[in-house]
């Protein structure tokens, strides 16, 4: 049975306690982390910019809000301290809990995310996508081979760090293919694949195919693809070139067969996404991308000032 994103976050805002008060600034966490402002805030949680006290560090604190999601909380700071030598994940520090809640700590990452960068910078050629997210695809390559898969990829949970490279946050909803242990249905709308929205749905890696595409969609649009749902009904998803982005047609028909409804129609491996997307669009090697750099001017790579003090 299919159940609407909307009426899944309302049931689930009733069965849950729900904390969203941010913590004021000066507060001092785990005897050590000082928050300094909200930089970011999701369904689940809070995220400060705090100090570290005892190695003057900035860091990144993200606090668990929704105080009967706390085990998973933990579960995800685990599996991202997994992750934490590859370049295109973010470097949690660690994670304690006090007498409410649990926390997690992370590296501070200058930028924006992926959404908030797109919606202030304009979308991005076809070919700046795949040469920005091949590290992510590679990355998630390496989780599939470990049978875990990451169900919310979004703008949301992506980063875009000054220099442009881009790093995986939110490893909330990461699952091993083979846990069968009850979890929340992970509904991002316009990022979900069908099989997520349904509760007898079969994920794997294909699932993490469809909501990268749809990310890349996103990216070289400027707009969330149409939901899952509503593609179910109708399927009207347009093209990224009749809304005006910068693709060659081999690599449309990539992106869009990455988003297939039918997860059987769908490309199945994320190194196969990959793969035909660089047939198209050749990554640089690391002398061409300095030498890029070189030439896009200092004011260009400008991280975005977007703490909100308390
Ligand atoms: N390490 C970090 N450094 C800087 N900003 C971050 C960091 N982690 C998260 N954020 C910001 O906080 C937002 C929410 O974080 P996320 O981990 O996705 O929380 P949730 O699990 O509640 O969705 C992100 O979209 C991003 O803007
Ligand atoms: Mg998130």
């Given at each position: 049975?299919?159940?609407?994103?909307?009426?899944?976050?309302?049931i689930y805002n009733m069965v849950t306690e729900k904390t969203n008060k941010a913590k004021p600034a000066g507060t001092v966490l785990g005897g050590r982390y000082e928050l300094k402002g909200v930089v970011g805030r999701g369904g689940f949680s809070i995220v400060y910019e705090a100090t570290d006290l005892k190695s003057g560090e900035k860091v990144a604190v993200k606090e668990c809000t929704v105080l009967s999601e706390?085990?998973?909380?933990?579960?995800?700071?685990k599996m991202l301290a997994d992750y934490a030598g590859e370049s295109a994940i973010v470097r949690?520090?660690?994670?304690?809990?006090?007498?409410?809640?649990?926390?997690?700590?992370m590296e501070f990452l200058e930028g924006e995310n992926l959404?908030?960068?797109?919606e202030h910078s304009g979308r991005w050629t076809m070919e700046e996508a795949v040469q920005r997210m091949a590290p992510v695809m590679e990355t998630l390559g390496h989780m599939h081979s470990n049978n875990v898969i990451h169900r919310d990829i979004s703008p949301d949970n992506i980063?875009?760090?000054?220099?442009?490279s881009l790093k995986l946050l939110d490893f909330g909803a990461a699952k091993q293919y083979e846990d069968s242990t009850l979890s929340r249905l992970v509904?991002?709308?316009?990022?979900?694949?069908?099989?997520?929205?349904?509760?007898?749905?079969?994920?794997?890696?294909?699932?993490?195919?469809?909501?990268?595409?749809?990310?890349?969609?996103?990216?070289i649009t400027g707009k969330n693809p149409e939901?899952?749902?509503?593609?179910?009904?109708?399927?009207?998803?347009?093209?990224p070139s009749e809304l005006g982005a910068d693709i060659l047609p081999a690599a449309e028909k990539t992106l869009m067969r990455g988003m297939a409804l039918d997860s059987?129609?769908?490309?199945?491996?994320?190194?196969?996404?990959?793969k035909e997307l660089e047939k198209v669009y050749p990554i640089l090697s690391e002398e061409e991308k300095l030498e890029i750099k070189r030439k896009s001017s200092a004011e260009e790579q400008q991280p975005c000032p977007r703490l909100q003090r308390l």
């Open positions: 049975m299919v159940i609407a994103p909307a009426i899944w976050y309302k706390k085990e998973r909380f933990l579960r995800e700071a949690v520090i660690g994670y304690f809990e006090d007498e409410e809640t649990a926390y997690i700590v959404r908030e960068c797109i980063m875009v760090l000054g220099d442009g509904v991002k709308a316009s990022y979900s694949p069908p099989e997520q929205m349904d509760a007898k749905g079969v994920f794997g890696s294909w699932s993490d195919v469809y909501s990268i595409c749809a990310a890349m969609y996103f990216c939901d899952a749902i509503s593609r179910l009904m109708i399927d009207d998803l347009q093209k059987k129609e769908r490309i199945h491996d994320i190194a196969l996404l990959r």
